[in-house]
């Protein structure tokens, strides 16, 4: 898996994360019990996603939230999870 794969994933399940926190902290406040249980589903469908798609792709373990688009090396098997570019 490309670099910039694991990096979408994690942002797309960051932002998700965060939009459905803030639907849950304003539901609490102003909104009412629907628009908390709206921001409860979309917490854990973000994690759920996460644990889904950041994993590496050679011994497929999870690579750990808000982490995989930082990492250059799967901590679990050491392999590369960057592609590099070779000069010619």
Known sequence: MEAWKLKT???VSALLFL???LLFGVGCFR?????MAAGGIVVL???VLALCKL???FC???????SAGNMSFCPHCGAPLEEKSRDI
């Open 19 to 21: 939009v459905g926190a």
């Open 45 to 47: 469908s973000s994690i």
């Open 31 to 35: 909104l009412g019990i629907l628009w």
């Open 55 to 57: 994993r590496c792709p």
């Open 9 to 11: 994933w994690d942002l």
């Open 60 to 66: 497929r373990r999870f690579l750990g939230l808000l």
